[in-house]
């Protein structure tokens, strides 16, 4: 079961449906998708991918990145979990990139994913995506000589 995961400046809150009209804003800025693709989703379209992730199997675990300081949400972290392997993934809303939030997230986030078993954590990363291979460092991952659709995969074994 999904549950919060607390941290200083930040709380990753359990992904609801509901989330959707605030993470349409949060998320609307064509540039997010510049190193994965795709374009913003509406608010309705957002709901109906949520219903998906959250009625889908045990191993797709999604948070909403809400901020202590601001009180609203910035962002999500995902983790894909096989066994004990896990991919993960962070996106924060444009307004709020360069303060941490994302290292953050994902710090929680892997440190989470260790507590409950899982020793070997994944994530893939544009090799042009400066800030998010930070993050990913950050979390503790290194790159590897393995690629994936363009992606240099980042990997933290414990």
């Known amino acids: 079961m999904t549950s919060p995961i607390e941290a200083p400046a930040l709380v990753l809150v359990p992904l609801r449906p509901e989330h959707a009209d605030e993470m349409a804003v949060v998320l609307s800025d064509p540039q997010l998708h510049a190193f994965t693709g795709g374009a913003p989703l509406t608010a309705p379209e957002l709901r109906a991918r949520y219903e998906r992730l959250v009625a889908g199997p045990p191993g797709w675990r999604n948070w909403v990145i809400r901020s202590r300081e601001e009180e609203r949400l910035v962002g999500y972290v995902q983790a894909t ?39 070997t954590i994944v994530a893939h990363i544009h090799p042009d995506h400066a800030a998010s291979a930070a993050v990913a460092t950050a979390a503790g991952l290194r790159p590897t000589d393995r690629w994936y659709e363009g992606e240099v995969r980042w990997e933290r074994t414990v």
């Not at 392997?85 to 303060?99: C, H, K, L, Y």
């Open 81 to 119: 979990i096989d066994g004990r392997t896990a991919e993960i993934a962070w996106v924060i809303g444009t307004p709020w990139q360069g303060r941490g939030l994302a290292t953050a997230a994902a710090r929680a986030l892997v440190d989470r994913l260790v507590s409950e078993g899982i020793d």
